[in-house]
């Protein structure tokens, strides 16, 4: 029952109260026994569990007095207790571990008698276990052991100075030895109290201040009163407190007294808190010799955790008397020389330094160090040493002001330390290497010992070092190796000297001869973690000083290949240490000549990937900057990577490295990438161009995300400007890595140009798509450039600029031109458009102005030529450069660039000057010259215009004053930045514009400086001198290099819909309303441009007139058009093969007399212009649209909107055309034929031919030739219009309205019946030519189109309607009458009437009403109905209705009127009103809208369809 419960005990931690201090050694740590004897230990751990239980219930029962009834059992009686306390005797006194005494104490003081708080079965349990043991034969007897210290040793990770060694607990058992390896350990500022069992101690002392043990049961008052409780003499006391005394609890307050001698000692030694500690009493006791070791170490222990919790008192209680001081510290010395247990010996050392610390008198130091000194001097050999050098190790490193003061006051103590170091025990030497450690850690120290090394310590370090077999002399050793290390003299001597002086004859035993090299490398090798990382800390150390030095022994001795192979280990610690090794060795050339680094790299590439994984930022930084190192140093022709595999490893590694969100990891990996693209270690075919696309993306993927990072700017001072600028500088630095990375990227991909072995994978299938390529790699790289690195570059720049970084930045761009040759036009071009030429200039200016930054200047010079000469190779606009002009340019370039240093004002002002100039200096002109063309041409104007206009003004006086002439490509820049920087109110002086003339005349062609910008057309036009010699030419070539749609200016629409013109369009209008007589130049280009440019200014003529109605130039036109015209027709025979611009010149005509007014008198002109016409036209055939149509819209014109006499004349000439009557007879007829043809020309033939007819009945003119026509075909076309246009329909509609207005009695138009038609019915004989099915069919086929609601349509179907019921009411008014009063006729009035809100005031609806009116169709209107139209129309707004809206009305009121529909009186008084408001209302409607129109191409006349 006891060992679960004690297990549970043991699992929940029941060691953490000072009331289990005695036995909180007995069970270890880790779980597991210490030792064989472990049954006893547990023996006395169940005894005390026994009474820590019955301790708590007792605690409980009388605390809680109504528990008593509940909790009752058994109480031991007098004899079990003596039994058990007999019992509990013998053993403690047969065991070693622990403190025995303070147990049975404890046990003895528990009053047993007390209420029972247990269960009885527990009782009987503890009795029969005690009677067990008693019967037992075999006991344990007492084993002596030999004492051992805790060796006190380095801690070798920190690469700063040593660290405090550990101090041994004073509960840990005996010869335990601490020697595990600590990290990241600092001091405290007490010294040693934070380091090892000190840190425990704290703890303990913390958990006996929070949680105090309960307080004992206290003595009946029989036994107390008047009398005292006292123990054996020498025996430590546990008395009652003193009265008055605070205290939590009685047991806290209870006092450690020396009873015997107790009662001699003055109160104020008493310490005040718990623990009560007399320090007289500790005095007498610790050197008494009848006093246990277990008490000692019991006040020891006591006085320590005083010491921790309640310094300033026991410092205060120690130093009220500066001889009880010494003499306190003389005796723990004592104590110490004395004893050989060895937790005695940890308790006394950890005792005198935690005193010496607290109490900082240096009488204290003084006499411990005399002590020390003494000692050792007394002591025949090292043999008894251990516990002095101990002590000695740890005042020097709690103290460390303390090393220059025993070199100083104490040099022979030296002596004795090289004994120990001698000394054949391990330990001892381990306690001396600490002790020089620590010499040697302090400068001044190691500075006069220097002597001392080197002509007696140095041989004997390394041998030392070579044989020591424990941990802790390694750990020592190599800890004053450390330091040794640090100082430059003694790594010379170490390295120099291999073996021990041949003086050294009075040390015991020869050493034996080794290297450091080699002694390392044997630690290397050795399984103990701890030791190898102590070996690469000191292999780095020595490396530290001069690795050209000394890394040649290293290497010789192969420790690289031992390093390479210990990066597989898992220890973070031993992996950096090597990375850091490694990058010391790597500055060596042996290194890679010897092929370390092939051997190794595999190694590097594996120890990247596991390490990427953890989160340790300084081994990820370490370990690429070894990988970047490695990449950057390894010769070219020696290969490091052996396989495309492991090229592919090693950028998946970079690849996420670089992704890293720690930016310090992302920079190392941001080297090591620009150092991993090389040619030599890319060139393993085949080349996986994929992966390396994947690593530049993540590359700058992460810059992009770092830079877009906003800065924390506060404006909170100097502090917060200082971290903004810090910032700053961090991110230039990142951007920095990232473009050399991306540059080195782009030079791989310009030199596996020249490898066709690397253009692509030669293991891709050949049906596979081939995206695994170089080509596609460069392409990226380009893409990249533009969407990436320039917009980074760019916003950085906006804050800070730095040479280095635009020095790498423009040499990347310059790369560019050449990574893909096909683009670096395009390039070019996006380059100078973004203000680049203007960047790399402010940048010449601001960096490289008196020769410095040669190097950015030599960068900026590379690309202005590489971006100039490919934006001359291919200026646009304008005629290419000859290869002759090219390299002129080429060699232009490359002797003035370089020499252009100067601010925009400085570069104006040498522009401007115009003194004599040398050759290198008017090169130098000319170079500024095109650098401000190009940039204005790509509309970068970063000077300003003023200036360049006078600055470019001088330039050419300076050249004729000179009698220069420039070179075409210079001139062509100088009369654009002339064009374009003047200003309107800036005109250059008759100097100029004579030099200017004087250049031009001396060109063999005008194109050979033409560049096409409206601008430049401006300055020729403007100035007489210059268009009257150059105008027609610079004309010409405007309009060969000008790109006008002529599709969309072909068709001019209404000025409330025309488009948006071009803005070289909107300039030449304005140029041409500015000067009219250029428009006489623009009609000499027709005869004599190309096809093509005359199209263009006959298109753009056209335009102008649409755009501009105010100017009238008919007059002027018309002459001209009638030359042209008869020059061409005079050339050209049959008018098909008339040249191409016929069309757009008779195109233009028309346009001209559709913006005539209209009633305009035709003249003499006019009539010649209409018979060339007609003639043409006859001239014709169906297939000639392009030329029927406008001639046709000029024929209508001439007969619509002219006067009554004009018309009759007009009409004559084209009725005396017979040409022209018969090709209009071939186009009605194919209207219904089965060939294609436009519909636009078939309309405008209908319209023409109406209107000839109207035009011949009225003035009753001869008629040459009869057309005819089919009477079925036109009825079919509106009886079943399919899908024809509705223009289409409306002119057959007007022209079938025409014929029935005159009877089909035309002698113009013959309608004649089809030849298949069958005998006509008897009722039908009125109604001819016209039958009954044919007149229902064409009602029916005009109501569907006016369903079509189209306005033009609805109107000349109403018309036909009109005329057609006419024609019937004459012939049969019965018929007219049933036609009319057919229901359909309802339901379209209905449908009509739906279209909207007063959809009866449109005027075809307005028409229809009135027509049924007319015709009474009651049925299809009834008398109701007709005055809700009218009481809507009265109350409607008149003001809102056209001119053609309020004529249908009023009609429908006459008509209303006149047949008498209204009865009622107040109904004819609210019409009559009505009409008045209509007649009043009439002059002040909307005017009428244009009456000539252009739809579709066809002119069209709404009076003509509509009247």
Known sequence: MLLPLLGTCALVGPFRGTEWEPVRDLLSHTGSCRDPRCYGNLL?????????????????????????????????????????????????????????????????????????????????????????????????????????????????????????????????????????????????????????????????????????????????AHTLRGKRCCRRAGELEMAEPAAGLPGPGRDEAAALLFSKAHYRHDPRWLLPVAPRLCLACALELLPEPGVSLVRKKHVLSSFRDALLRHASLVTQLVAQDQKVCISFISTLFGLLCSTENGSATDLCIEVLIQLTIQLKLEQAIHCLLNECHRKLCNLPSMRGSLATLTLLGKLVDAIPALADKLVREHGNLMEHLLRGLLYPNEGVQASACYIYGKLYAAPVAAEKLSGHFREKLCPFILSTLDSAQTKELQINCLGLLRQLLKYDIFVTMIMNKSALPESAEDVEGPPRETSLPLVLKKLLLSRDETMQVASVHCITAVLVHSPAKHALAFIHADIPEFLFEHLSSSSEALIWSIYSCLILLAEEPLFFSKCHTVYGIESVVRSLQVSLKVNNIELHKQGLLLFAEILTRQPKEIRLFSSSAMCRDAGCVLREAVSSPVLEVAAEAMKAIAAFLRKDHQSTPPVQYRALQTLVEAMLSRCADFSQTPLNRRPLGHASSRDSEKALLRRGKFLLDTLQGFRNACRLAVELQSEPSTQENPFTAPSAEKEDTLEAFSEFLLSACDSLCIPMVMRHSEQATHPALMEVFLSTLDSMFTIVPRMREKFSKKLASSSFIRLTLELKARFCSGLRYSALNQVCSSFLYCVCFNLLSTLEKTRPLSQEELSEVSELLQLGLPQICSRLPESLAFLSDRQYMERAARERQYCILLLFYLACIHEDRFVSEAEMFMAVQSFLLSLQDQGERPPPVVFKASIYLLAISQDKDDMLDEATVGAIRKFLEGLPDLHLVYTHHIPLLRLFLLYPELMSRFGHQVLELWFSWEEINCDELDFLPSAAEQPTLPDSLASLFLILRNSPSILLILLDLIYSSQVDTARKVLIVLRTFLQKNEDIQVGGLMRGHFLLILQHLLMECEPPSSVSGNLPLLLSLLSLVQLRSSSEQELDSMAMKLLHQVSKLCGKCSPADVDILQPSFNFLYWSLQQTTLGSRQRATAVLLSCTTLLGLLEELLVLTWAEEATPPALLCSAWLLTA??????????????????????????????????????????????????????????????????????APEDMVLAPLGTSQVLSLLIGLQNLLVQKDPLLSQACVGCLEALLDYLHTRSPKIALHVTSQPWNRFLLSILLDSGENSFLRPEVLRLMTLFVRFQSSSVLSGEEVVHVLQA???????????????????????????????????????????????????????????????????????????
């Not at 403690?92 to 046990?107: D, F």
């Not at 056209?1442 to 609210?1470: I, K, N």
């Open 1433 to 1507: 129309a009265a109350s409607a707004n008149m003001s809102t209705l056209s001119r053609t809206a309020l004529q249908a009305l009023r009609g429908f009121f006459l008509q209303v009127q006149r047949m008498g529909l209204l009865a009622d009186p107040t109904v004819a008084q609210s019409l009559q009103a009505s009409l008045e408001g209509l007649s009043s209302q009439a002059p002040q409607a909307q005017p009428l809208p244009q009456d000539m129109l252009c739809l579709g191409g066809v002119a069209v006349s709404l009076s003509h369809i509509r009247d």
């Open 1251 to 1320: 209107s000839l007819c109207a035009q011949q009945r009225s003035s009753n003119l001869q008629v040459h030739q009869t057309l005819s026509v089919e009477l079925d075909q036109v009825l079919a076309v509106l009886s079943f219009p399919g899908k024809q246009a509705a223009l289409l329909s409306a002119a057959v509609a007007r022209f079938l309205r025409t014929a029935l207005q005159q009877s089909f009695s035309s002698t113009l138009v013959a309608l004649v019946p089809s030849g298949t038609r069958p005998p006509s």
């Open 44 to 220: 006395v751990l169940c005894l005390f569990l026994i009474w820590q239980v019955r301790h708590y219930w007792y605690q409980v029962h009388k605390s809680r007095p109504k528990l008593r009834k509940v909790i009752k059992g058994p109480v031991l009686k007098k004899s079990k207790r003596l039994l058990l306390e007999s019992l509990m005797r013998r053993k403690i006194a047969h065991l070693k571990w622990g403190l025995p005494q303070r147990i049975l104490e404890s046990y003895l003081l528990l009053n047993f008698s007390g209420p029972s708080t247990f269960k009885g079965n527990l009782q009987s349990v503890a009795a029969r276990l005690s009677m067990t043991l008693l019967k037992k034969k075999k006991s344990w007897s007492p084993q002596s052991a030999k004492p051992q210290h805790s060796v006190h040793h380095w801690t070798l990770e920190d690469p700063g100075p040593l660290l405090v060694p550990q101090v041994g607990d004073a509960y840990n058992g005996e010869g335990s030895i601490q020697g595990r390896w600590r990290s990241g350990a600092r001091r405290s500022p007490s010294g040693v109290a934070a380091r090892g069992s000190s840190a425990s101690n704290a703890t303990r002392a913390g958990v006996l201040h929070a949680q105090p043990r309960a307080s004992l049961p206290s003595a009946p």
